[in-house]
């Protein structure tokens, strides 16, 4: 394992927070000048120039996702109480009561103002604009372990057991696209180009599709189940991103072969010493963040290579999430630390 490194540090300390408990969720406006965080205690806090604002204090019952509209017109939180609230600026203008189902998923849509949350084994669709339910979506088999919207904001991708059903926003009646699986697919993933849907599963594997492309590819020898995927937004030669898997301690990155016969090649990045809990790439960069419960946040450069590690947490880091630039790095700690890095140099 590795503590330090030679370089220069890319990242330094930014900011520093504390929220209640379990730091949950982090998001991004796209425009980069606001982020968003929330607990297990129920907190929903608003960063800007570093200064928090409270939309809620914590109420005991657990807020799990959160997430900005395409424009930053609105912010949505789904939890624990079922309730999937929606804010204007710092004004909370709707309230959507589903008790007692647990929100634990939530997603805009890229291109317009509708929010796709999860219901046990459903998922709805509510538009800003009309302030409307417009479809509810029968996943069917299990309840809801991934939303994702493709880039285009044309598909749907919400996935479970026996893996990812895919829908055409355009007719939600028509039949969904179906990337099936004989096990559960726990976490799942379109690429930012919209040509590739990632789907991390139970049984140790990784089941990768191209759109268009009736065979998907099939990567096994995990130590365990796939707990999180990452796209790179940056392609490589072959015009494919890269994608990051991780299982257990361990993170590995696929790259598209330009030979067709062998799919995609594995590098294998080891360092932590305990589960994975968060990894991303840094737009637009093949810069990869790993945070794992052993209380690294790693960054591991286009080599492979770890060119810094990040600490402050007491306890693991929880989550974390890239500013749409790359410029800034949040996290959030399993005893609810709130930390901003920012970079040092390009």
Known sequence: MNFTTNKPQQFT???????????????????????????????????????????QTATGKSIDCVA????????????????VKIWREDELITTLENAPAWVDKLA???????????????????????????????????????????????????????????????????????LGTTTVSVAMAWSPDGKYLASGNMDRSVTVLEWGNPDPWVMRGFP??????????VTTATGAPLLASSSVEGVVVWEKSEDESLGWE????????????????APPSLVLASAGADGWLCLWNQDY?????????????STLAWHHQGKFLAAGGEQGEFLIWSKTND
Do not use: C
């Open 108 to 178: 805009w849509n890229h291109t317009n103002n509708q929010l796709a949350f999860s219901l046990g084994r459903y998922v709805q669709v509510w538009d800003a604009d009309t302030e409307e339910i417009i479809v509810t979506l029968n996943f069917e088999n299990s309840s809801i372990l991934g939303i994702d919207w493709r880039k285009d904001g044309q598909y749907l991708a919400i996935s479970g057991y026996q893996g990812i059903k895919i829908w055409n926003s355009q007719d939600w009646d028509e039949e969904p696209y179906i």
């Open 305 to 317: 290579e770890i060119s810094q590690i990040l600490t402050g947490v007491r306890g693991g880091f």
């Open 224 to 233: 365990g189940k796939i707990r999180q995927l990452a796209w790179s937004q």
């Open 266 to 281: 594995a590098r294998i990045l080891t360092n932590h010493v305990d589960i994975i809990n968060a990894i991303a790439y």
């Open 68 to 83: 900005f509209s395409a424009d930053d017109q609105y912010l949505a939180v789904g939890g624990q109480d079922g309730k």
């Open 13 to 55: 300390t930014y900011y520093s927070g504390q929220l209640a408990d379990y730091v949950t969720s982090l998001a991004w406006s796209s425009a980069g000048g606001k982020l968003a965080a929330t607990s297990a205690a129920g907190e929903v806090v608003i960063w800007e120039n570093h200064e928090i604002t409270n939309l």
